[in-house]
T-cell receptor, first 109, second 112 residues
């Protein structure tokens, strides 16, 4: 059975304090790993897709990387507006996306 | 403006009632999905549809039903058989099987 585990569950950062979120996966035949940002009471907002080990994607203060067993979302010099829950999802063959439990990030000014 | 529209934003259901959540997309996507999100948990797949007039059960389909009569619409009915329906429901669509899914803004269902 496909499994996606995110850590830590919650992360409190000072503004400017860089950190990384982890997404480890056990998926047969990974066809894509997706990162989303979710604000309270809203639907997830797409951030990145990674398809193969070694791939990296960047957007503003966020950078996503992928290995054969895990993905990292690095937040560089975060600002309070980066506070959100970050979700990781994996897709194997077929149509299902398997989501992790998310990491709640709070950036304090 | 292309996107996915879910309605209503908030829904209250009495015990024993069926309720229907609406999901409409104008992205011309073939595949559509319904997820349930509980506090502090990841998204769990209820049903999905790859083409019109076809849909498959996800991991937690019991107590739910769907239809896909039009490409742009994928309504979800929460039946009285669903014993714990209070949750945040998210609809999503995807253009191709390996591309990212786009989500609506969700419907929060509460049993009163």
């Amino acid at each position: 059975e496909d499994q996606v585990t995110q850590s830590p569950e919650a992360l409190r950062l000072q503004e400017g304090e860089s950190s990384s979120l982890n997404c480890s996966y056990t998926v047969s035949g990974l066809r894509g790993l997706f990162w989303y940002r979710q604000d309270p009471g809203k639907g997830p907002e797409f951030l990145f897709t990674l398809y193969s080990a070694g791939e990296e994607k960047e957007k503003e203060r966020l950078k996503a990387t992928l290995t054969k067993k895990e993905s990292f979302l690095h937040i560089t010099a975060p600002k309070p507006e980066d506070s959100a829950t970050y979700l990781c999802a994996c897709k194997a063959a077929g149509n299902k996306l398997t989501f992790g439990g998310g990491t709640r990030v709070l950036v304090k000014p | 403006d292309g996107g996915i529209t879910q309605s209503p934003k908030y829904l209250f259901r009495k015990e024993g009632q069926n309720v229907t959540l609406s999901c409409e997309q104008n992205l011309n996507h073939d595949a559509m999905y319904w997820y349930r999100q509980d506090p502090g948990q990841g998204l769990r797949l209820i049903y999905y549809s790859q083409i019109v007039n076809d849909f498959q059960k996800g991991d937690i389909a019991e107590g739910y039903s769907v239809s896909r009569e039009k490409k742009e619409s994928f309504p979800l009915t929460v039946t009285s058989a669903q014993k714990n329906p209070t949750a945040f429901y998210l609809c999503a669509s995807r253009q191709h099987v390996d591309t990212e899914a786009f989500f609506g803004q969700g419907t929060r269902l509460t049993v009163v």
